[in-house]
């Protein structure tokens, strides 16, 4: 039989007790996240019913999300729609008035439709003035003051 010396001997015992130490350490480690993780469900339920209440809980976020998504594209078509753009310009329609008390105000949506309205302010009558806007345009006949605040609303 072949006799292996004793100082070997303690240096494979030394080895294999430090490789052990080492899976214990692993093992523990291993331990606390497992009570972690089971320590989350209730304790009634099996890990199964919980995941399914979990996974319920997911599918009924991303449903809820979808409506949100829906609702956020419905608003958003429809805001282009409101009136976001004003110009307006101030001015003397007449020269025995003084402190710009005409004016021109355009109110345009996203597209740059809308209306221009034109007040014009006098001594003796006032007169407003309404005029449809398409494309940043209008089929009627406007007069500088609307063009500019036309312009100034389109440049927002």
Avoid: H, W
Avoid at 81 to 88: A, D, E, N, T
Avoid at 146 to 153: D, G, H, L, S, V
Wanted: glycine letters at 4%.
């Amino acid at each position: 039989m072949i006799q292996i010396p004793v100082v070997l001997l303690i240096v494979i015992l030394l080895i294999l007790l430090f490789i052990m130490l080492l899976i214990i350490i692993k093992l523990m480690k291993l331990m606390k996240k497992y009570n972690n993780f089971i320590s989350k469900f209730d304790d009634k339920a099996s890990i199964e019913e919980t995941l399914t209440n979990y996974i319920n809980l997911v599918n009924n976020v991303n449903e809820e999300n979808k409506i949100i998504k829906s609702d956020y594209v419905n608003l958003e078509r429809k805001l282009s729609k409101c009136s976001q753009k004003i110009g307006l310009v101030r001015y003397n329609a007449f020269d025995d008035v003084g402190s710009d008390l005409s004016f021109a105000l355009a109110i345009l949506d996203d597209e740059n439709n809308g209306i221009v309205l034109n007040a014009i302010y006098g001594r003796t009558s006032s007169n407003i003035y309404a005029k449809s806007v398409e494309n940043g345009n209008s089929k009627y006949t406007l007069s500088e003051e609307e063009i500019e605040a036309i312009t100034k609303a389109k440049s927002q």
